[in-house]
């Protein structure tokens, strides 16, 4: 069962201190989406929300936590996510991978410049393959490293938070 908006507005109050995210359900192909510059947490409506693994671009993760989420609690988890891109800053290696990125499309030349060309590519660039994991998802505009750590924070904060989510879902019906 969807929460209503103005639930899930609450839950997330606590985590900021002022300026506090609005949140907007939206139909989309993710689970959620953050827009901190806009400062509005989006939160897919057509989904049950029940996985706990994070996908950006071709590239997912799945984490190693064994949590099974029932009923509502997965919006409530998707939006955890979405309150950690906000605590979390965004750091990314780009100047490293700019460059990578150019020096394989001189390489290519002009004509084989798609992302899954440059993709193929990459693998030789990158000694980790931790590193090429998140080139990959960074070309397709995300962060990997990010999510995760993201990730991370959110199901710990479920697990913190676990008892409260529940008691508010029973409210709900
Ligand atoms: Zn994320």
């Known amino acids: 069962m969807k929460p209503q908006l103005k639930i899930l507005q609450d839950f997330i109050k606590p985590y900021f201190r002022y300026k506090c995210p609005i949140v907007k359900y939206k139909k989309e192909e993710w689970n959620g989406l953050a827009n901190t510059e806009k400062n509005i947490i989006y939160i897919n409506s057509e989904n049950d929300h029940l996985e706990l693994n994070c996908?950006?671009?071709?590239?997912?993760?799945?984490?190693?936590?064994?949590?099974?989420?029932?009923?509502?609690?997965?919006?409530?988890?998707?939006?955890?996510?979405?309150?950690?891109?906000?605590?979390?800053?965004?750091?990314?290696?780009?100047?490293?991978?700019?460059?990578?990125?150019?020096?394989?499309?001189?390489?290519?030349?002009?004509?084989?410049?798609?992302?899954?060309?440059?993709?193929?590519?990459?693998?030789?660039?990158f000694k980790k393959d931790s590193e090429y994991f998140e080139f990959r998802s960074w070309l397709k505009g995300g962060s990997m490293t990010q999510h995760i750590k993201v990730n991370e924070w959110a199901i710990k904060e479920f697990r913190r938070k676990r008892k409260d989510i529940n008691k508010i879902i029973k409210n709900i019906k």
């Open 55 to 125: 996908m950006v671009g071709e590239v997912t993760y799945k984490p190693s936590s064994k949590i099974k989420l029932k009923g509502s609690e997965g919006y409530f988890f998707t939006l955890l996510h979405e309150v950690g891109h906000f605590k979390i800053p965004f750091k990314v290696k780009s100047r490293k991978f700019e460059k990578i990125k150019a020096d394989i499309k001189k390489e290519l030349g002009v004509t084989k410049t798609s992302l899954d060309s440059i993709t193929y590519s990459a693998e030789d660039y």
